[in-house]
């Protein structure tokens, strides 16, 4: 099984069906069982043992024979199948500038929601890509060292606790996995957005404005610019790879913060966020 | 393609800078291959070394790329740790010998480029091993267990040290 999310080609060497199943629904048409182009990850999720198959079940996540994370229970295959993928791209391309970050785009202009706690980014994410923006990725911005075009990614998002069960209320169309319970990150389920046609008509952009979204309960929304060097600061924070790429990754971070805005929204009314964003950033 | 096409064409590459004439396809065993053994960046510099980097197709290229950046800060980061090191065992008068994967990269020898490493190896005086473990540890070090291999072949004043990290797997 190879799975195509357009920037990197993963080959899914073995897992267990429901993760397969999973991994059908998710990506769809971008999952293909031969291609003349070679795959840059070789990827497997495993039972440990036999014994442990059938005894409080664990899987454990595998790029070739190596295991970044621990065994995790088997009933959050899913979610540990997603993160290894993140994990594969975060820890070995080094090609580009990778920011854990939201990335929305509106007429070709993207903005950047770096994962900051408490922002509410994927629920922020899932509301945006589902009332027509497109998501160019959930969990992490892919951007060019030369051009600082932002890539788009074939993903799904993953959301979290509530805001589970309050996406599926807002879209009662939309397609979602299981719910995996009491992962690291709570309640885990994974949300498609994209078809892959759709996807296909996407192309790398520039990046117009960097986002620090806050929920606060019964706030107005309220957007403020922040200082050049705390934006700075906020992204390379955020970046999985800063450290790696050292100089390349200060000078990128700081043509992006000169050439871009950066804003703080507090907001607890995701339309008015979405009117917002699009009336301050992408017309 | 078999096993020992792969094998040979890997073999060519990494000891005599050859270039496999392949399909691009097959490319995919020759990276996975090279990243399970750690010689994706030696593979880089020593291609570049000898001006064939163009001649890679851009997927292995990228891979190969890609690896030799990460190897790159890795070896500014022993230059700069084992400065420190030295310093903390200098003020301490504990004499001590890099060994292995720093030492060659202090050295600046042939097989440094593209090295990656997991630890420091150090080599000081048997009755001195609990004071430079002591002093390190105050600064942040942690030893690592010494390997049957290492422990003969050095006789044991052999300490291997590594930076005791919070792990960042929870951000994936």
């Known amino acids: 099984m190879l799975i195509d999310i357009g920037e990197y080609l993963f080959r899914v060497d073995s897992a267990p069906p429901i993760v397969k199943n999973n991994l059908n629904l998710m990506y769809g048409d971008a999952i293909i069982n031969s291609s003349t182009a070679p795959a840059d990850f070789t990827i497997s999720l495993k039972h440990d043992s036999l014994l442990r198959k059938f005894l409080k079940p664990q899987v454990t996540f595998y790029l070739g024979n190596n295991s970044p994370f621990k065994p995790l229970p088997a009933s959050q295959s899913y979610p540990v199948m997603e993160w290894g993928m993140n994990w594969c791209i975060a820890a070995t391309d080094f090609n580009r500038l990778i920011v854990h970050a939201a990335v929305l785009v509106k007429n070709n202009k993207a903005i950047v929601f770096p994962a900051t706690p408490g922002s509410g980014k994927s629920t922020l994410s899932a509301y945006l890509a589902l009332s027509g923006w497109k998501l160019y990725s959930d969990e992490m911005a892919i951007i060019d060292l030369d051009t600082l075009q932002v890539k788009p990614l074939f993903r799904p998002v993953c959301l979290k606790n509530e805001s589970i069960s309050l996406v599926k209320q807002w879209f009662p169309q939309s397609i979602f996995t299981g719910t995996a319970k009491d992962t690291q990150k709570g309640d885990v389920a994974h949300l498609k957005i994209n078809s892959l046609a759709e996807y296909k008509t996407f192309s790398p952009v520039e990046i117009v404005a960097i986002v620090f979204p806050k929920y606060q309960k019964n706030t107005q929304t309220e957007p403020f610019k922040i200082s050049k060097i705390a934006g700075f600061e906020k992204l390379a924070g955020n970046s999985f790879n800063y450290n790696i790429l050292g100089n390349t990754a200060f000078d990128t971070i700081q043509k992006l913060v000169e050439r871009t805005q950066q804003v703080e929204i507090n907001y607890s009314d995701l339309s008015d966020v979405d009117d917002l964003l699009t009336s301050e950033f992408t017309l | ?172």
């Open chain 2, 1 to 172: 393609m078999n096993k020992q096409k792969i094998y040979s064409d890997i073999e060519s590459l990494v000891f005599n800078n050859e270039i496999p004439t392949i399909e691009l396809k097959q490319w995919e065993n020759i990276i996975h291959v090279l990243r399970e053994v750690n010689l994706l960046a030696a593979c880089y510099f020593r291609l570049e070394k000898e001006d064939k980097l163009t001649l890679l197709p851009s997927f292995a290229l990228k891979h190969m790329k890609s690896a030799a950046v990460y190897s790159s800060r890795q070896s500014e980061q022993v230059l700069f740790e084992c400065k420190l090191l030295q310093k903390i065992l200098d003020a301490e008068n504990i004499s001590s010998v890099f060994l292995k994967g720093a030492s060659y990269t202090l050295r600046k020898s042939k097989n440094s480029a593209g090295r990656v490493y997991s630890d420091i190896d150090l080599l000081v005086a048997k009755n001195e091993i609990s004071k430079a473990e002591q002093t390190l540890a105050k600064h942040a070090w942690c030893t690592k267990k010494v390997s049957e291999y290492d422990n003969k072949y050095f006789v044991s004043g052999l300490m291997k040290f590594h930076r005791c990290l919070t792990s960042t797997e929870e951000r994936y």
